[in-house]
């Protein structure tokens, strides 16, 4: 099983005025996740007070957790560069540090991609018929992520874990008319589509190659 690693960046927060507030968020926001540790190999940890780390042995539950991640410290926005490959450390099942190797350094290298193009997320290890799609199809996703609200990202983590629009409309409070704008006027049954297509390719990937 091949891992992968996802490291996550908060957008020019060193320049908010509401920076330990949101560093704060993130935190509640990893704490939340890592009450459910499947499909973690290592939990989700902050490694500075606006970064992340947090490496999985299968992909299921990876965009899902993104955008919960990015809805929680909105309006600022997430930076997430995932990298499937070898980890060359044992691993840490208690927290994703001092651990070392390809998928670290293609992740990290990705943070750096990111801050130069302005996209908020990047993929990396897959084989070369499946990189360009990958990357093409996030570079879609990044831009129309860069346009939408709080409720729209939670929409999408709801609708990745199939929640009903109902159940959705009753925990954010606003009407079943208001969720279903939201999901045409963003698209979300086809990014749905891309990302679902993404995490089986992500789960192929780390089924079929050895560590």
Not at 4 to 31: F, H, M, N, P, T
Not at 62 to 74: E, K, N, S, T
Not at 129 to 139: K, M, N, S, V, W
């Amino acid at each position: 099983m091949t891992p992968l690693v996802l490291i996550g960046d908060l957008v020019a927060s060193r320049r908010s005025s509401l920076r330990q507030q949101l560093q704060e968020q993130l935190k509640q926001a990893l704490d939340d996740l890592n009450q459910d540790r499947t499909g973690l190999t290592s939990p989700y940890t902050i490694t500075l007070g606006d970064e992340f780390q947090v490496v999985y042995e299968q992909a299921d539950r990876v965009f899902a957790d993104c955008l919960a991640i990015a809805a929680a410290v909105y309006p600022v926005r997430m930076r997430f560069s995932l990298s499937l490959g070898e980890i060359s450390t044992e691993l840490n099942p208690d927290q994703a540090l001092g651990m070392d190797g390809p998928a670290f350094y293609q992740a990290r290298d990705g943070i750096d991609q990111l801050k130069r193009s302005g996209e908020l997320f990047r993929l990396a290890g897959l084989n070369d018929a499946e990189q360009p799609l990958a990357t093409g199809g996030l570079g879609l996703f990044s831009h129309q992520l860069n346009k939408w609200n709080a409720n729209r990202l939670h929409i999408l983590n709801r609708l990745l874990q199939d929640w009903r629009v109902e159940r959705i409309a009753e925990e954010l409070n606003i009407s079943e008319q208001a969720v279903y704008k939201n999901i045409n006027s963003g698209g979300l049954h086809a990014v749905i589509r891309l990302l679902t297509a993404l995490t089986q390719t992500l789960n192929e990937s780390m089924r079929g190659r050895a560590c």
